[in-house]
């Protein structure tokens, strides 16, 4: 027995000298934010205050300088981060996460991201203050990677370093733009219920443009101063280690709606979360320039920012930029395609794709004048006919680069669209406002005309010559917004007016946020910061009242006492969405037994969860479930009878509430949405339950919901848990009255290094709906930051 219990004891000892020596190695592995680091390339000191947040303030002689200090300050907080953005676009996930990652590494590989990315470095002008500036901002990364630490991923994973390149930055970008592409999960599910049941049960998903009715008004003023791809893509993106962007809002309010005399500007775009998370914030400051960035890892210049003279941001447009063209084959000829000109031969390139511990992939792609064929490179693709994907943002000169170095050194409102029409791709609302006053919200994006008898909301045909003309419209006619008469401007995913008499097709967000918006906005004229902090928190939604109204108006009067109860709670809803709300417990649930009552029998299991996951199905709840006449109301799966809307509904209710019932317990009061609505950051090594308390950050109950400005999203389900997938990836607030008391929040923290004490420093103010600066004046920096100098190294 007392051998046993020496042996026991020897073996925890063993376990405790393990574990403190394991966790004296993980502090090894904290970023550094004080004492003195010695770097290549500069040419002055450069002192960067890392300020309470761990926000870098960069104080350098020159840009150059800083954007070295800037990329070797993000590589020691954001280097695993990066090394996964980087990964992407080029299909070289495989290489750290094995046959798990070969999907999404043979998709990317194959679509042209990597060899647009070449195309366009070759353009690149090697002279110019862009390519120098990026140039420093990779020699800073490259030089933290050779000397500074290595991230507790890298060790886990056996990641070998590799520098970093200019065409890793653009592949970066490359990853970002498709995310925010539709139309790849919507033509072919559309494509399918055409084929299928015909043009009438389209009617209800307004691919006409019908149900955008709040549309963005445009003003021109003057200045001051096929199903399976849908599926395929879908779940890649889903289960990508790095998030896809979803939707966002902002709105500029104009000094003559403010208390102050002031332009106010809010910004919170919307991002699938995941841990470490999307931005990183800096504030450089040199003599000839200044601005507190937000930035992707491994991007040299921000995509939201702001100084002393003007703010800039963005949200998705939503517009349709890439578009499936189903091809026809030679029948003797498989490397050949039909075009009106006769057949021509498809274009053939080859990668390689290493795989970790497995053999590597030969992935032969072709191509036609459309894009590359998709057959080949989703493995669920079944269709023997081809069918290509032409997107705007291979197939046009790629700028992205310049762009964003431009939006992010404009010198006034006047350089806004100049930098704003070098971006083809991807569709952006860029809103700005400044310190004179002016206000604007404009778009980018190569717009274009489709023939009048062509849908480009379904897959085309690509030999034709019809389906595949476009008619690009000049940059001037992309709809914006500058200094308008009502004074402000705002985006929230939302359709824009008709361009010249034509309603530009997209894949617009529902109405709801935009009205909610548009009606907080529009009939105040105090507007202070602290009102827009409130607004960026507003958790009501401007449409679940009405629909809730229109369905309890056909339930039936035999309901059991739990769904009487559950209508009296919907009954006196204000459809706010707090945690300690019941109501949108039960509209959500009864949301999707509706959804899944009305077009699960057409659609099938697969389909209708992939339909679920665009936005056309959260357009279609409102407008479709009032509409008596709907041919989804039939239930295919019973014979002999026609199913009416108040059958569905009444049937919906009542599994809603069963469903509730089971899952919380027979006491509707006790449905609270914080038991429901939850949110976990995931990292990508925390999905090893063995390691998911150790990198992830969560679980957290929510407020918010679906479509609501503070828009915490999930996917309708019969889970107990609404797991919230994404929402405000950031909320910015700038008040030009006294610009150095702007605010801002992540939902995290700063950092990707779990040992950093910025990691996750955030979060508990984030869901709380609160802020903190972003600071510019020096002195308050200084006094509660800790400071890292740069000497030039000899």
């Not at 590589?75 to 980087?86: G, K, S, T, V, Y």
């Not at 946020?513 to 004229?525: M, S």
């Not at 509430?657 to 609270?672: F, H, R, V, Y």
């Amino acid at each position: 027995m007392k051998k046993l219990k020496k042996v026991l004891l020897i073996i925890l000892l063993l376990i405790a000298i393990i574990a403190v020596s394991g966790y004296g190695y993980m502090l090894t592995t904290k970023p550094e934010y004080e004492g003195e680091v010695a770097l290549k390339n500069i040419a002055k000191e450069t002192t960067v205050y890392f300020d309470d947040y761990g926000v870098p303030h960069i104080y350098a002689a020159s840009q150059k300088d800083a954007m070295v200090a800037l990329g070797y300050v993000h590589a020691q907080d954001r280097l695993w981060q990066m090394e996964l953005l980087r990964r992407i676009a080029p299909g070289r996930l495989s290489e750290l996460f094995g046959t798990k990652a070969l999907k999404n590494d043979a998709f990317f590989a194959g679509i042209g991201i990597e060899e647009n990315s070449e195309k366009a470095l070759a353009k690149l002008d090697k002279n110019s203050e862009t390519y120098i500036l990026a140039m420093a901002y990779v020699d800073g990364i490259n030089q933290y990677m050779e000397e500074g630490k290595t991230p507790i991923e890298f060790q886990l994973l056996g990641v070998k370093k590799e520098k970093f390149t200019l065409k890793d930055v653009y592949n970066i970008f490359g990853y970002m733009s498709f995310s925010f592409a539709m139309a790849q999960k919507t033509d072919p599910l559309l494509t399918d219920i055409r084929d299928k049941f015909g043009m009438q049960y389209l009617n209800d998903f307004g691919i006409d443009g019908s149900l955008g009715t709040e549309q963005l008004k445009s003003y021109k003023g003057k200045s001051n101063d096929y199903a399976q791809i849908s599926k395929s893509i879908a779940s890649l993106l889903d289960n990508s280690p790095v998030p896809a962007f979803i939707g966002s809002n902002s709105w500029v309010i104009g000094a003559s709606k403010t208390k102050n005399g002031k332009v106010i500007f809010a910004n919170d775009p919307h991002i699938g979360f995941s841990q470490p998370c999307t931005w990183y914030e800096a504030h450089i400051t040199t003599p000839d320039y200044e601005m507190y960035g937000y930035y992707l890892a491994g991007t040299p210049f921000p995509l939201l920012g702001h100084n002393r003279n003007y703010a800039y941001g963005l949200t998705m447009f939503e517009n349709d930029d890439l578009d499936l063209f189903q091809e026809e084959e030679n029948p003797v000829n498989s490397n050949q395609y039909k075009t009106v000109d006769g057949y021509k031969n498809y274009i053939l390139r080859q990668k390689i794709i290493k795989v970790k511990d497995s053999a590597s992939v030969t992935l032969n792609i072709k191509e036609s004048i459309h894009g590359p064929i998709m057959n080949g490179l989703l493995n669920t693709l079944n269709t023997k006919k081809p069918v290509a994907m032409s997107w705007i943002y291979t197939q046009q000169k790629n700028q992205i680069l310049e762009a964003v170095h431009s939006l992010s050194h404009s010198k006034s409102l006047e350089d806004f669209p100049k930098a704003i029409s070098l971006i083809a791709a991807p569709g952006l609302n860029i809103m700005y406002g400044d310190a004179k006053n002016n206000i604007a919200w404009i778009t980018s994006g190569k717009l274009y005309k489709l023939d009048k008898s062509v849908n480009g909301n379904l897959i085309l045909n690509g030999a034709n010559g019809i389906d595949d003309k476009k008619e690009f419209l000049d940059f001037s006619k992309n709809p914006s917004a500058i200094n308008p008469p009502w004074n402000y401007v705002y985006s929230s995913n939302n359709q824009p007016e008709p361009i010249d008499g034509y309603l530009y097709p997209g894949y617009y967000l529902p109405k709801d946020r935009a009205q909610r918006i548009d009606g907080l906005l529009k009939p105040k004229n105090n507007w202070t910061s602290a009102d827009v902090q409130g607004m960026i928190n507003d958790n009501t939604s401007s449409t679940a009242e009405k629909i809730t109204k229109n369905w309890l108006s056909v339930l039936s009067n035999t309901a059991s006492a739990n769904e009487q109860k559950a209508m009296q709670l919907l009954k006196d809803w204000k459809a706010t969405n707090g945690l300690k709300d019941v109501a949108p417990t039960i509209f959500n649930k009864w949301i999707y037994f509706y959804l899944r009552d009305t077009f699960k029998d057409e659609l099938g299991e697969e389909d209708f969860n992939a339909l679920l996951a665009t936005h056309i199905m959260k357009q279609v709840v409102a407008s479709q479930s009032e509409n008596p006449n709907s041919p989804w109301w039939d239930d295919l799966k019973t014979k002999n009878h026609k199913e009416t809307r108040a059958e569905i509904l009444n049937k919906s209710f009542q599994e809603a509430i069963a469903s509730l019932e089971k899952q919380l317990g027979n006491d509707p009061n006790t449905w609270t949405w914080n038991r429901v609505h939850t949110l976990e950051h995931q990292h990508p090594i925390g999905k090893i339950k063995a390691l998911q308390g150790f990198f992830n950050v969560g679980p957290f109950e929510m407020p918010g919901t679906n479509e609501v400005i503070n828009n915490l999203l999930f996917t309708y389900s019969d889970n107990e848990k609404n797991e919230v997938k994404g929402g405000p990836s950031t909320r910015r607030i700038v008040d030009f009255s006294d610009v150095e008391k702007s605010v801002s929040i992540l939902p995290t923290g700063q950092s990707g290094n779990p040992m950093s004490v910025h990691y996750s420093d955030q979060a508990a103010m984030y869901n709380k709906g609160q802020f903190r600066k972003m600071k510019l004046n020096k002195k308050e920096i200084i006094a509660t930051s800790t400071k890292l100098v740069f000497k030039p190294k000899k």
